[in-house]
């Protein structure tokens, strides 16, 4: 029996000519993430084990990403906790206010990940590299510390789910709508403890962005990771932006899956998922008017140049409703500079839209825009758990950079044909 | 080792920021992470928590976001294990990971109600319910783990 795309890059990484699913294995990692929450629970660990060194200084990234720039005092401290402990051991990609991005958005931009990787990383969505062919995982804060340490974290080789995508999406209809609909299919915990592979035709029709969407939400699956299959966009993409070599891993044949998919891109709707959970998927014929009171854009689902392009063509001449207050969140600084460069902020500021600097911010209730009891958004993020953008009596909807700025524009929950 | 103690039963999908919402991760000391455990689902769960109570869920338990300060909120709240009948796997390794023993049992997911008082048989998996008078088998970890959580985490374990 062959191997799945996941099981090759675990087994080439553990030294091991085969693994198979429910093996546990001592891997190696090629880079070790974490950010200004989940560091400094780390960073305790590491100085309270008496560590004094890290695996390798060029492997170890620290992102300042989910509350900043600082929202108070503690925020703060536990910010300057990262950037001593990445001065002291030298880290060179640490990325704090004025350099930074949303950790997911910035890693791949930076060309710190590249196909074939092993990466673990302090924050669930760190799922998302799966788009570039690596395998990547979110962690807990100990697994960090000690990869940080060692190089190596322990994993239970995962069986895997297929995706056998075709077709093309229609206008207006992104690939968040796909996961968005995946997710609704197989619920929060469908691919638990399992890899998400995504392959076939269809592949073709869905930038390196999309898949990078994707990927980002298969934890809302349960999933271990999200992985496509590399193709020539996915090289372009890699060798555009890294020196580092690469690895392209391939699905054996004969590997064996626990189920497999097949996803016509083209039957796919606009979909938003209710809370309060992701998994509560619905198409427009399928509820009626919500009016909303808050609209956020951004985050590292969905708070990419293409994302911010697509929302301000909804939004061009046209306004926020009354009583709407929508945030526009660029998830990196090039980003940033490239939506200024590109007039797309003008567009916003037009609209009535706020722009922020790149962060997490709202996307879990951090700062930058907390709901108050009662109060329902629409949000391009991944989450819509109880209190997940502030008060544990708010609603969030979660919905594509379009949906999310038709919504905007109505303030109720609209697809794009009812403003174009 | 063994855990024994009163039951505070959950449903399907308690995620990790209902276990501790991200207002409160801009810190990392266990004590002020405890104080706000559960809060956004059970205002009441930290007055009524004692040291060496046990938490049942549901499916899926501790879904959502990769934050450790989850498993640190509940231990250090009291909870001396969580049941399920399926853990989210970051949660899962996380507790392994700090030593939070956890274990996985439908069954006894089903039958325990809250305020039950439960025994957990880490070793054998064996999970008896004094209130009710049954018995059921959950699965125990193999051994790679059980030596993780034997020596109280994974770092200790690294030594």
Redesign the interface.
């Given at each position: 029996m062959g191997m799945t795309m996941t099981q090759k890059i675990l087994a080439a990484h553990a030294g091991l000519e085969k693994v198979e699913a429910g093996q546990?294995i001592m891997a190696n990692l090629d880079l070790v993430l974490g950010n200004d929450?989940?560091s400094?629970?780390a960073i305790?660990?590491f100085n309270?084990?008496g560590f004094d060194s890290v695996f390798d200084k060029k492997k170890v990234t620290m992102v300042m990403d989910?509350?900043t720039p600082n929202?108070?005092i503690?925020?703060a401290t536990?910010c300057k906790q990262c950037r001593d402990f990445c001065g002291h051991y030298d880290i060179e990609n640490y990325f704090d206010v004025g350099d930074m991005g949303v950790e997911h958005a910035l890693l791949p931009e930076k060309g710190l990940v590249v196909t074939g990787d092993l990466v673990i990383?302090?924050?669930?969505h760190?799922c998302t590299y799966g788009a570039l062919g690596a395998f990547s995982t979110?962690?807990?804060?100990?697994?960090m510390?000690?990869g940080m340490?060692?190089g190596k974290a322990?994993f239970k080789v995962p069986s895997a789910l297929k995706f056998n995508l075709t077709g093309k999406l229609n206008k207006y209809v992104s690939s968040k709508d796909v996961i968005l609909h995946i997710i609704g299919m197989i619920g929060?915990?469908g691919a638990?403890?399992k890899s998400m592979e995504f392959s076939g035709d269809g592949l073709k029709n869905l930038t390196v962005e999309d898949r990078l969407c994707m990927a980002n939400m298969a934890?809302e699956a349960?999933g271990?990771n999200g992985i496509f299959a590399v193709d020539e966009k996915t090289i372009e993409f890699i060798e555009a932006r890294s020196n580092k070599p690469y690895t392209i891993y391939e699905a054996d044949e004969d590997a064996e899956y626990d189920e497999v998919y097949n996803i016509d891109l083209s039957k796919i709707k606009p979909t938003v998922a209710f809370p309060h959970?992701p998994e509560n998927a619905k198409t427009f014929d399928e509820f009626g008017e919500i009016k909303i009171d808050q609209v956020v854009i951004g985050s590292c689902t969905n708070g990419r140049i293409e994302d911010l392009r697509a929302a301000s063509e909804i939004f061009k001449d046209k306004k926020v409703a009354n009583g709407v207050r929508c945030i526009v969140i660029p998830a990196t600084q090039k980003i940033w500079t490239q939506a200024m460069d590109e007039g797309l902020f003008k567009i916003f500021m037009n609209a009535g839209c706020a722009v922020s600097t790149p962060t997490c911010g709202p996307c879990?209730?951090?700062h930058m825009g907390i709901l108050a009891k009662g109060e329902r958004a629409v949000a391009t993020t991944n989450?819509n758990?109880?209190?997940?953008m502030g008060h544990?009596e708010s609603e969030v909807y979660l919905a594509s950079p379009v949906v999310a700025a038709a919504s905007a524009i109505t303030g109720k929950i609209s697809q794009p044909s009812e403003v174009m | 080792m063994k855990a024994l103690g009163k039951v505070h039963k959950y449903g399907d999908n308690v995620d990790t920021d209902v276990i501790i919402p991200a207002r409160y991760l801009n810190t990392t000391d266990h004590k002020e992470l405890a104080a706000h455990c559960m809060e956004d689902i059970d205002l009441d769960f930290i007055n009524k928590v004692k040291d060496g109570d046990i938490m049942v869920a549901e499916a899926n338990f501790g879904c959502g976001s990769s934050r450790e300060h989850a498993p640190i909120a509940l231990k250090e709240s009291g909870i001396s294990c969580v049941i399920a009948k399926t853990f989210a796997r970051i949660f899962y390794r996380n507790s392994i990971n700090i030593g939070l023993p956890i274990i996985e049992c439908a069954e006894a997911s089903e039958k325990i109600e809250s305020g039950d008082e439960v025994e957990i048989d880490f070793d054998t998996g064996l999970i008896t319910n004094k209130t009710k008078n049954e018995t059921y088998q959950g699965q125990p970890f193999p051994e790679f783990l059980i030596n993780i959580i034997n020596q109280n985490g994974l770092l200790n374990s690294l030594k």
């Open positions: 546990l929450v989940t400094p629970v305790n660990e309270k084990a989910h509350f929202k108070d503690k925020a536990q990383g302090a924050d669930s760190t979110g962690v807990g804060s100990t697994d510390c000690a340490a060692t322990w929060v915990d638990l403890y934890i349960g271990k959970l879990l209730g951090g989450r758990f109880v209190g997940r544990p | -």
